[in-house]
């Protein structure tokens, strides 16, 4: 993975000394679903959003350099009051290039990869209609991690269709009052865990010309 990222970096570089790239504004939204089947239980859908600005080069465009900040969400109703929430912001870049045509229809096999911040934790909800009032709770787990990402695109005109699968598994801290509740309990909580978020997503979105 690390030499594929290699050569495609040189390869823009190289081109971007050649030609003045094409600029486009690129936003997309859609779903996760996490591959491992404790993480799916407890979160079985998520949503996610990226956007950036995409630059564009070689014939027709076909290689495409993206950064982009984005979003994953997941939440899970504990009970009527309470809502466990997992989020990762994410910062990073996706490489893709144009392979073949079908009919109107443009193939892009891509390769992201992002620094992300997670943090999960509670949001408790008081009262109702509009006197309601939510607060969230510190966070249960926090922690950074790199994650990387393939799959392919399929691009009609301006919108398109993404289907992709990540592999991220960040190591996490456990809140220091929760290890020694547990501890009063009679329960040893490791002080971190590596947690599992390998997961498929599909994508639906957007690239306009600036």
């Known amino acids: 993975m690390l030499t594929g990222w290699t050569a495609l970096i040189l390869s823009v570089s190289a081109l971007s000394a050649?030609?003045?790239?094409?600029?486009f504004l690129d936003a997309e939204v859609g779903i996760d679903r996490f591959a491992?089947?404790?993480m799916h239980a407890v979160?079985?859908?998520?949503?996610?959003?990226?956007?950036?600005p995409v630059?564009?080069?070689?014939?027709?465009?076909?290689?495409?350099?993206?950064?982009?900040?984005?979003?994953?969400?997941?939440?899970?109703?504990l009970?009527?009051?309470?809502?466990?929430?997992?989020?990762?912001v994410k910062l990073g870049g996706q490489v893709s290039y144009d392979v073949f045509?079908?009919?109107?229809?443009?193939?892009?096999?891509?390769?992201?990869?992002d620094f992300n911040w997670v943090a999960n934790y509670d949001a408790e909800k008081e009262g109702d209609g509009d006197d309601a009032n939510v607060t969230y709770s510190d966070?249960?787990?926090?922690?950074?991690?790199?994650?990387?990402?393939?799959?392919?695109?399929?691009?009609?005109?301006?919108w398109y269709v993404k289907f992709g699968y990540e592999l991220f598994s960040p190591r996490l801290k456990v809140r220091k009052n929760v290890i020694d509740d547990d501890l009063a309990a009679g329960y040893l909580?490791?002080?971190?865990?590596?947690?599992?978020?390998n997961s498929f997503n599909i994508t639906v979105g957007a690239m306009l010309s600036l």
């Open 18 to 23: 050649q030609e003045k790239p094409s600029v």
């Open 36 to 38: 491992a089947g404790a």
């Open 43 to 52: 979160f079985p859908v998520g949503a996610n959003l990226k956007a950036g």
């Open 55 to 77: 630059f564009a080069f070689a014939d027709e465009w076909r290689l495409r350099l993206r950064p982009h900040a984005g979003v994953r969400f997941f939440s899970n109703k």
């Open 79 to 88: 009970d009527d009051w309470v809502t466990e929430q997992l989020l990762v």
């Open 101 to 113: 045509y079908l009919g109107q229809a443009t193939f892009f096999p891509y390769l992201a990869a």
């Open 139 to 158: 966070s249960y787990l926090k922690g950074t991690g790199f994650s990387q990402e393939a799959g392919l695109r399929v691009q009609v005109r301006e």
């Open 189 to 197: 909580t490791p002080r971190n865990h590596r947690f599992n978020f």
